[in-house]
Nanobody, 123 residues
Framework: QVLLVESGGGLVQAGDSLRLSCAAS????????MGWFRQASGKEREFVAA????????YYADSVKGRFTISRDNAKNTVYLQMNSLKPEDTAVYYC????????????????WGKGTLVTVSS
């Protein structure tokens, strides 16, 4: 059974940093493109960042470019999201997702989802 488990969320102040982790099991991690999505209260789930299975391609939403960095460690079956210079508008539940094969930033293309971790950024 495929499981994706996020961790690292919490309550921080604007300007702080957090690193989210997503531990995967039950899949051939090195052959899955991985992504991060977020959903704020009352809003639709949106793309944040994605990384190809080879690590050769990374993609970011315009709202987080220059502040967030996605990375992966295939030996540990883990994908990370380093979040710097956090803003109140970054407040959301952050979800890890996986897709077999080619990278995608579309919610409907994801094959597996974690249950999410809450990030709250205060002013």
């Amino acid at each position: 059974q495929v499981l994706l488990v996020e961790s690292g969320g919490g309550l921080v102040q604007a300007g702080d940093s957090l690193r989210l982790s997503c531990a995967a099991s039950g899949l051939t991690f090195s052959r899955y493109a991985m992504g991060w999505f977020r959903q704020a209260s009352g809003k639709e789930r949106e793309f944040v960042a994605a990384m190809s299975w080879s690590g050769g391609g990374t993609y970011y939403a315009d709202s987080v470019k220059g502040r967030f960095t996605i990375s992966r460690d295939n030996a540990k079956n883990t994908v990370y999201l380093q979040m710097n210079s956090l803003k109140p508008e970054d407040t959301a539940v952050y979800y890890c997702a996986g897709k077999f094969g080619l990278v995608s930033g579309a919610v409907d293309d994801m094959h597996y989802w974690g249950k999410g971790t809450l990030v709250t950024v205060s002013s």
